[in-house]
């Protein structure tokens, strides 16, 4: 009969009815209900509204005790029979064996973890939690009844079988429910919605099309958007969620690609530390012997290079920072004490005296100290170093190493590390010993002069450099300077100090 | 850049750091700008002495002819004082007392005071007395243009004024304002 | 008063300025301006006489010409001033010599005035009373001198005249002998020449010998 049809309260408009993810299709009044070919009394004039995942029957004469709904799930076949003089048209549904499976008909139930209440689904059962994402328990775990025995409803102690009341809470203990529910398994059920008030084409092509949709089997992955559109937190969550795992998945895809870098990058360094290698052993063979006879033998017979050569080589390499082949010196995370840090200065300080006797100063005589740190940061490829950390090694190095370079710093701010020939010092005693005191003969004299070019050619310095030692020579007094009529500045012994008046 | 003397066809000699180059760009480091300062000062003034020349002026640098070309330019070397030089030249001898900004309020010519002005006075009292002319009415132009060549020969109506001044302050000149020009009487002290 | 005032800037010092200072300081600028004026005159001649010396080396004596005519008229002109100035440097100078004489004049009056006050002061018969005074004062001191020496006797007078010629004996060796020329031995020969002038000579002098009384 219509008993597997459940009661609704009709009383309660549809669209409240509706559960989840339930949508009403279509409404008609002026219905009637026949239960297996026969009239159903109690259903002869009511409304019958189609949604997405049921057909619900509401009565006009009393809502709310002769209201029904049917699963569509439950719907195996449907017809369509046309009005007949005084038979109005009806559609007929075959409903498939009654399954009470549970498992079909979702109640709502309460997610331990967010105590979100999901509501009830008429689809799959939910195996998420809408709003957390948490796992719902499996039923089996929720509220296992084993058969034989009674549970008690009021304080969920398994009696056992026969008795009538708890015997903790003492409450009467209902009878126990037989196994099997009656079902008519064997023989198909129909039902036949009969419009006395037409509208039938038009309902019965929408319940086609819900039967066909089967909304109720649409996989909860799908829902969980749906679901929440438009929900406020939830929503700000979710796009969050989504923007964290887009984010990892590229950052994945970039490691990757890092990864093969690497690997890439560790048989180039290979493969320049065995040319370097091969380099000094060049290098140091033909410094040994200089007969052409012991050059041929050796084992590189396409190319001797010459020493020129060999230095652009290696500073190419360490331009293309691919020289530290134990890896750069880094800061253990945990140190924080000032004996690590002293430890880490001395590390440090060692790898870069190291890099500056191989020659990171490129053979010149003054360099400045932002061109040694980019050489150095180049070097070590990862682990950049800070200016401070960098300058507090530096002067490590120099102090305790005893590579015999100089740091100074010019009037104009600048920081430059120099070969101690290049010294304050000595770059003056240098310069003034090339010049001839003034006051012999009365030849121009022109190797008296000093401009930064000449200086640059022949100290090997920097043109920039040059004129900033000239200068810090004028400061200390040795030499004074000549402005040309058309702006030239030149440089001379100063006289003037040691001078003593001799005019009228 | 041979160190040597040169004579001036005047008769001056000028000191050997003037044959110098850089002697006469403005020095930039403090010490060697204080040596050269006070060379310059002393030689300008004594020029100032030799040739009787009692204004100097900006405008005088940078040129080739005129009555400080011997000083200020070096043909042989080609080098000149160049006009921010002198200024700042001009501005240590007003600093020293040896001149004095001529007319006031701007810093571009000086009178020079290769003597003081008491010096001054006592010149023009010396004179005035040596040529028995005390107690008589004198006007400016007849001291500084007088038939015979005088030790104030040539100087500037500002300077005398100056002069007379502190010869009044000594009691020994009075100043007369005829309608035409300026007149002193200078007599020997009152005191 | 005056000095710190002077001192200050306030007054001038010396004697006040007159109105004739003032006549003679306008003269005198006169007189400058007219030298002034010659100096330049002088320059334009000079620079004429060059002009004409170049027109000449050029071939130009028409406008050589012309330059030497006008260096005549500077000429002319110069001559003129310095007549000028010649009568200023006369009234100037007779000016001055005229404030000299009134300085003399005043000097000699003052002095004059001076002698006069001076005079008052020296009185003649204040003169002459004094000059009887000091004769009667001196007369009496003469008496009083004869009336002490009166007092002394005879004896006394004896012994103070003995010691007197005793010290003059005493003075007396220190004075030499004069060395006498020595004496003819023989007699003298007269000449006839020499007698007849001397006895002419000896009447004329007993007669200027009678005259003197």
Redesign the interface.
């Known amino acids: 009969m219509l008993a597997w049809l459940q009661s609704v309260d009709g009383s309660i408009p549809p669209h409240a009815l509706l559960v989840a993810e339930e949508r009403l299709l279509a409404t008609q009044n002026g219905v009637g209900l026949y239960d297996n070919g026969q009239k159903s009394p109690n259903h002869q004039q009511g409304t019958v509204h189609v949604t997405s995942h049921r057909l619900l029957y509401i009565d006009d004469a009393r809502p709310e005790l002769c209201s029904l709904a049917l699963q569509l799930s439950t719907v195996a076949q449907s017809e369509y029979y046309n009005g007949f003089l005084t038979s109005s048209s009806k559609v007929e549904l075959v409903l498939n064996s009654a399954s009470t499976d549970d498992d079909d008909d979702d109640e709502g139930w309460t997610c331990a973890i967010c105590a979100h209440e999901n509501p009830r689904s008429l689809g799959q059962r939910r195996t998420h939690c809408a709003l957390c994402g948490a796992v719902r328990p499996a039923k089996s775990t929720s509220a296992p009844a084993p058969a034989n025995e009674l549970q008690c409803t009021v304080c969920t102690f398994i009696n056992v079988q026969g008795a009538t009341s708890c015997e903790i809470c003492g409450t009467p203990l209902p009878l126990p429910k037989p196994k099997s529910i009656p079902t008519q398994t064997n023989e198909r059920q129909t039902m036949k919605i009969s419009f006395r008030k037409g509208g039938d084409k038009a309902f019965y092509a929408v319940l086609k099309k819900a039967l066909q949709a089967k909304a109720w089997k649409v996989t909860q992955t799908a829902d969980l958007p749906r679901a929440e559109q438009g929900a406020g937190i939830s929503g700000i969550l979710n796009a969050v969620e989504s923007n964290t795992s887009a984010s990892t998945d590229s950052v994945a895809s970039a490691l990757k690609d890092l990864e093969a870098l690497t690997a890439q990058a560790k048989s180039m360094v290979a493969l320049a530390s065995t040319l370097s290698a091969k380099l000094q052993q060049q290098s140091a063979q033909s410094s040994l012997s200089s007969s052409p006879s012991s050059r041929s033998s050796t084992p590189l017979s396409s190319s001797t290079p010459t020493p020129d050569a060999t230095s652009f080589i290696q500073r190419s390499l360490y331009n293309m920072g691919l020289t530290l082949s134990e890896g750069p010196v880094v800061q253990s995370s945990d140190s924080n004490s000032s004996g690590d840090e002293r430890r880490y200065l001395d590390e440090l300080a060692a790898e870069v005296g190291g890099l500056l006797s191989d020659g990171l100063m490129g053979g010149r005589g003054m360099v400045g100290l932002d061109e040694i740190w980019c050489a150095w940061n180049r070097a070590r490829g990862v682990a950049l170093l800070a200016p401070e950390t960098f300058i507090a090694a530096l002067q490590k190095a120099i102090t305790g190493r005893g590579l015999g370079l100089g740091m100074r710093t010019l009037k104009s701010g600048l920081i430059v590390l120099h070969e101690p020939r290049l010294s304050h010092a000595s770059f003056c005693a240098r310069l003034l010993s090339s010049t001839p005191p003034?006051?012999s003969?009365?030849?121009?004299?022109t190797q008296?002069w000093h401009t930064p070019l000449d200086v640059a050619a022949r100290e090997d310095v920097a043109v920039a450099l040059a004129a900033q030692l000239l200068q810090a020579a004028?400061?200390d007094?040795l030499l004074?300077?000549?402005?040309e009529?058309f702006g030239g500045v030149r440089w001379?012994r100063?006289?003037?100090?040691d001078?003593t008046?001799?005019?009228? | 850049m041979a160190l040597r003397r040169r004579t001036l066809p005047s008769g001056f000699t000028l000191p050997s750091i003037h044959s110098l180059h850089p002697f006469f760009t403005h020095q930039t480091v403090p010490t060697t700008l204080a040596v050269q300062t006070e060379h310059w000062t002393r030689l300008i003034l004594s020029y100032a002495r030799h040739a009787r020349l009692f204004t100097l002026g900006v405008e005088d640098a940078d040129l080739k002819t005129g009555p400080w070309a011997d000083i200020l330019y070096n043909p042989e070397i080609a080098r000149s004082v160049k006009p921010a030089h002198l200024e700042s030249l001009i501005a240590t001898l007003v600093a020293q007392g040896k001149a004095y900004y001529d007319p006031p309020k701007q810093t571009r010519t000086v009178l020079l005071l290769w003597r003081t002005l008491d010096e001054w006075a006592e010149v023009l009292f010396t004179w005035a007395s040596d040529t028995g002319q005390l107690n008589t009415i004198l006007t400016f132009y007849e001291i500084q243009e007088p038939e015979l060549k005088s030790e104030l020969s040539g100087i500037p109506t500002p300077l005398l004024r100056r002069a007379i001044q502190a010869l009044i302050k000594s009691s020994r000149a009075q100043l007369i304002d005829g309608t035409e020009g300026g007149g002193v009487r200078i007599f020997a002290s009152t005191r | 008063m005056q000095r710190f005032l002077t001192s200050l800037g306030l007054r001038q010092p010396g004697p006040t300025i007159t109105q004739q200072d003032r006549a003679i300081l306008d003269l005198k600028h006169q007189r400058d301006r007219v030298k002034q004026y010659q100096k330049k005159i002088q320059v334009v001649l000079d620079r004429e006489q060059e002009i004409a010396k170049q027109c000449l080396r050029a071939g130009q004596k028409d406008r050589a010409l012309v330059a030497l005519r006008r260096r005549k008229y500077q000429e002319s002109i110069l001559a003129k001033t310095d007549s000028q100035l010649e009568n200023l440097e006369q009234l100037v100078s007779t000016i001055e010599f005229s404030l000299v004489q009134v300085a003399v004049m005043e000097g000699l009056k003052q002095g004059n005035d001076v002698l006069k006050e001076i005079h008052k002061e020296l009185n003649i018969d204040n003169v002459e009373k004094l000059l009887d005074e000091t004769r009667e004062a001196q007369a009496y001191q003469r008496e009083v001198d004869e009336a002490l020496m009166s007092q002394m006797t005879a004896d006394e007078e004896e012994a103070v005249q003995q010691e007197l010629e005793e010290l003059v004996r005493l003075t007396q060796p220190d004075v030499q002998v004069p060395t006498l020329p020595e004496a003819p031995i023989e007699e003298p020969v007269a000449q006839p020449g020499e007698i007849e002038p001397v006895e002419a000579e000896r009447q004329p002098e007993r007669t200027r010998v009678a005259l003197p009384a």
Do not use: A, H, M, S
């Open positions: 003034p006051f003969g009365t030849v121009e004299d008296v004028e400061d007094g004074w300077r000549d402005v009529p001379t100063n006289v003037l100090k001078w008046w001799d005019g009228d």
